[in-house]
């Protein structure tokens, strides 16, 4: 994209001096350290970093998380000198909050590099702060011919596999970073909250996996505070921290935040929850999830709390962020043969529907936080996603589906493209009429990837009432194969601004692109 402003990756990591000074102070913990050593001179301190969330052409939303009760300021800039900075005063952190906020930005210029930096002030003495932690973010551009370039992923500390100093922690998160995307896109399974990491972890090869240990990682999350801790604990990796304040982020949900294959109503027969009551867990999860992650829709925006939504990135980009899992009807054998509940609720479908009618992006890309076509079980009996291997007419949660496929088709709605994680390894699908049991939609492709810090699992099988081609799959032969065995899994979307061709990479840690398309604007026979 030749149009486009970026900046070399040796002047992004000059920008970043002040943020990697600041948070020095939080290094990476050696084993079975509970968390950082923060300093106690009265002032204030960022110590955990600072993070973007949903940057549009004009907005943004910064995050900070305080040590102690402080006020957030925010400075934003053209040049990293803060000549001419514009000043946005904050809310007051305290205990309610973990001591997290966000301040949202607005007005800023399209398709520019903002810099800002965040100070903490003391909330009865202004002038005593603490040091200001830096970061930076492009707008989403007004013009087409600038392009857009983004990554996504998600499943992170899953399985036991936290953060190990002997590796250099989440190196992946550098690696990606090192690109320069606009935004990433994190699919949900930011956290395992029902995962305990131990201190140690032995490998088949004989060798020992190594993690950083806290408190509230010794057992599956129940309370607020552990919750809390759960989001806290990925913070404790600088390349993480250094990651947030380089790239924006687009943050969505699934089932770890709260426990595994949850749905609203369920209740628990696991022994190692004194809690069984799914919906209070979940209630205290989104608490702590719009705490640690800055989701413009939990922070005040219309229409209440929420985490699906739209974020419009110029004119190339809509983002629909699905939540597939607040609104799901129970896991179920998935052979119903009415159903108007499915994966996403009556309401979210209905938004979804007038949402994708409305935009006028080239793309639609749709952020699902499971997979369609592939077939994830819950039990011996039960399904977890949509598909439910019978290959014929839709039911269950594919009756949604169905209608969502229906309604893009008649509705003559071009650009849609699928992207996902959940299952552990990385694949690409091609849903076409010709070889579905239901044949009334458009061709669309489905790309999975992931994971980021966590075990890797062989592929899922294929359910054929949407025709899905398999045209490219990389899985282990077993379960829970190790970080420290197989790289780990991203995908990168690059939209071309003259072309308007959307590429996707299907790419691991290291360099390597597995697998690569080139989808064509407004095409519905790809």
């Given at each position: 994209?030749?149009?486009?402003?970026?900046?070399?990756?040796?002047?992004?990591?000059?920008?970043?001096?002040?943020?990697?000074?600041?948070?020095?102070?939080?290094?990476?913990p050696?084993?079975?350290?509970?968390?950082?050593?923060?300093?106690?001179?009265?002032?204030?301190d960022?110590?955990?970093?600072?993070?973007?969330?949903?940057?549009?052409?004009?907005?943004?939303?910064?995050?900070?998380?305080?040590?102690?009760?402080?006020?957030?300021?925010?400075?934003?800039?053209?040049?990293?000198?803060?000549?001419?900075?514009?000043?946005?005063?904050?809310?007051?952190?305290?205990?309610?909050?973990?001591?997290?906020?966000?301040?949202?930005?607005?007005?800023?210029?399209?398709?520019?590099?903002?810099?800002?930096?965040?100070?903490?002030?003391?909330?009865?003495?202004?002038?005593?702060?603490?040091e200001?932690?830096?970061?930076?973010?492009?707008?989403?551009?007004?013009?087409?011919?600038?392009?857009?370039?983004?990554?996504?992923s998600?499943?992170?500390?899953?399985?036991?596999?936290?953060?190990?100093?002997?590796?250099?922690?989440?190196?992946?998160?550098?690696?990606?970073?090192?690109?320069?995307?606009?935004?990433?896109?994190?699919?949900?399974?930011?956290?395992?909250?029902?995962?305990?990491?131990?201190?140690s972890?032995?490998?088949?090869?004989?060798r020992?996996w190594?993690?950083?240990?806290?408190?509230?990682?010794?057992?599956?999350?129940?309370?607020?505070?552990?919750?809390?801790?759960?989001?806290?604990?990925?913070?404790?990796?600088?390349?993480?921290?250094?990651?947030?304040?380089?790239?924006?982020?687009?943050?969505?949900?699934?089932?770890?935040?709260?426990?595994?294959?949850?749905?609203?109503?369920?209740?628990?027969?696991?022994?190692?929850?004194?809690?069984?009551?799914?919906d209070?867990?979940?209630?205290?999860?989104?608490?702590?999830?719009?705490?640690?992650?800055?989701?413009?829709?939990?922070?005040?925006?219309p229409?209440?709390?929420?985490?699906?939504?739209?974020?419009r990135?110029?004119?190339?980009?809509?983002?629909?962020v699905?939540?597939?899992?607040?609104?799901?009807?129970?896991?179920?054998?998935?052979?119903?043969?009415?159903?108007?509940?499915?994966?996403?609720?009556?309401?979210?479908?209905?938004?979804?529907?007038?949402?994708?009618?409305?935009?006028?992006?080239?793309?639609?890309?749709?952020?699902?936080?499971?997979?369609?076509?592939?077939?994830?079980?819950?039990?011996?009996?039960?399904?977890?996603?949509?598909?439910?291997?019978?290959?014929?007419a839709?039911?269950?949660?594919?009756?949604?589906?169905?209608?969502?496929?229906r309604?893009?088709?008649?509705?003559?709605?071009?650009?849609?493209?699928?992207?996902?994680?959940?299952?552990?390894?990385?694949?690409?699908q091609?849903?076409?009429?010709?070889?579905?049991?239901?044949?009334?939609?458009?061709?669309?492709?489905?790309f999975?990837?992931?994971?980021?810090?966590?075990?890797?699992?062989?592929?899922?099988a294929?359910?054929?009432?949407?025709?899905?081609?398999?045209?490219?799959?990389?899985?282990?032969?077993?379960?829970?194969?190790s970080?420290?065995?197989?790289?780990?899994?991203?995908?990168e979307?690059?939209?071309?601004?003259d072309?308007?061709?959307?590429?996707?990479?299907?790419?691991?840690?290291?360099?390597?692109?597995?697998?690569?398309?080139?989808?064509?604007?407004?095409?519905?026979?790809?």
């Amino acid at each position: 994209m030749p149009h486009r402003p970026r900046i070399p990756s040796p002047d992004r990591r000059t920008v970043l001096r002040g943020s990697l000074v600041a948070t020095a102070a939080l290094t990476l913990p050696v084993v079975g350290a509970a968390a950082p050593a923060f300093a106690r001179s009265g002032r204030p301190d960022a110590a955990w970093g600072v993070q973007v969330g949903d940057v549009t052409s004009s907005s943004a939303l910064v995050w900070v998380r305080s040590d102690r009760p402080a006020r957030m300021v925010v400075e934003t800039s053209a040049t990293e000198s803060f000549r001419r900075a514009r000043t946005w005063h904050g809310p007051l952190l305290g205990p309610g909050t973990d001591f997290t906020g966000t301040t949202p930005l607005y007005g800023l210029p399209p398709g520019e590099q903002v810099h800002y930096r965040v100070t903490l002030a003391a909330p009865d003495a202004p002038r005593r702060t603490g040091e200001p932690v830096y970061g930076t973010f492009r707008t989403a551009p007004a013009r087409r011919r600038d392009g857009v370039r983004f990554l996504w992923s998600g499943d992170i500390a899953g399985q036991g596999w936290g953060i190990n100093p002997d590796i250099g922690g989440y190196r992946v998160y550098d690696e990606m970073r090192r690109l320069d995307p606009d935004f990433f896109l994190c699919s949900g399974d930011n956290i395992y909250a029902d995962g305990v990491i131990e201190p140690s972890v032995a490998l088949p090869d004989g060798r020992v996996w190594h993690n950083v240990t806290t408190e509230e990682k010794a057992k599956v999350a129940e309370t607020l505070a552990e919750y809390r801790g759960n989001f806290r604990y990925n913070l404790l990796d600088e390349n993480l921290r250094r990651f947030n304040a380089q790239v924006p982020s687009v943050i969505q949900w699934d089932d770890h935040e709260v426990r595994n294959n949850w749905y609203p109503g369920q209740i628990l027969d696991d022994v190692r929850y004194t809690e069984k009551n799914v919906d209070v867990l979940a209630a205290r999860s989104m608490r702590a999830f719009g705490e640690y992650f800055p989701v413009s829709t939990l922070h005040g925006s219309p229409g209440g709390d929420r985490v699906h939504r739209v974020v419009r990135h110029g004119p190339l980009l809509d983002l629909f962020v699905l939540d597939m899992r607040t609104f799901r009807n129970a896991n179920s054998p998935g052979r119903q043969p009415d159903e108007t509940t499915g994966i996403l609720g009556a309401e979210q479908l209905a938004w979804l529907k007038r949402e994708l009618s409305k935009s006028r992006a080239v793309w639609k890309v749709i952020a699902a936080d499971m997979p369609l076509g592939l077939v994830v079980a819950d039990g011996t009996s039960n399904f977890e996603a949509v598909a439910q291997g019978d290959p014929g007419a839709p039911l269950g949660r594919e009756l949604q589906i169905a209608e969502l496929l229906r309604f893009i088709k008649h509705r003559r709605i071009t650009g849609t493209v699928w992207l996902t994680a959940d299952v552990h390894y990385t694949s690409a699908q091609h849903y076409a009429p010709e070889r579905a049991a239901f044949k009334d939609f458009a061709p669309f492709w489905e790309f999975v990837t992931g994971p980021l810090a966590a075990g890797q699992f062989p592929s899922n099988a294929l359910d054929g009432t949407f025709g899905p081609d398999q045209v490219f799959v990389q899985a282990p032969d077993r379960a829970n194969v190790s970080p420290m065995e197989t790289p780990a899994l991203f995908g990168e979307v690059d939209i071309d601004g003259d072309s308007g061709e959307l590429t996707v990479r299907l790419r691991e840690q290291g360099g390597s692109v597995l697998f690569s398309k080139v989808l064509q604007p407004g095409r519905v026979d790809q």
